[in-house]
């Protein structure tokens, strides 16, 4: 696998994983498919996931550590138990941007999400850096909530 790859994952499955970490530019495409994570997939790259369902037992579904990261037409959901408190879909503790040693270039951090349904959680995201939540878009449907956000630098 190269960084940029993309990988397609077949229609119908379930996977179940742990302790998933991703550490270079990647493309994670879904057809209709299902992960069961006990801890977040933690994302340390620009990534893209699309069409996919994640669903945490305990804390968060994504941990958005570094880069950026696109989520498009997903279904984030963490397990609704008497510790919702403690839980939350997206975590961010990314940082506004990352300067590059060259000095010369800077790679923007933040999360974008595009007709996502979040369910579960005391809050839909959480950051813990200087990242913001903003552009906040809900449209309710009469069995699910679709959201659009971004996460950046104000």
Known sequence: ?????????????????????????????????????????????TCKLANLTVKAELGCCLLHRNGRLTIEGCVLQCESNPLDHLSCPIVSTASA??????????SKDGVSVFRTRIEGGAKAVLTSGNLTLQRVRVIYARTSIFFWFDVEHQ
């Open 1 to 45: 696998m190269w960084p940029g790859d993309t990988i397609l994952i077949a229609a119908g499955g379930r996977h179940l994983a742990s302790n998933i970490q991703i550490k270079k530019r990647l493309c994670l495409f879904g057809m209709h498919c299902s992960f069961c994570l006990s801890s977040a997939l933690e994302l340390l790259s």
């Open 97 to 106: 941007q990352t300067v590059l040693p060259s000095s010369v270039k800077c």
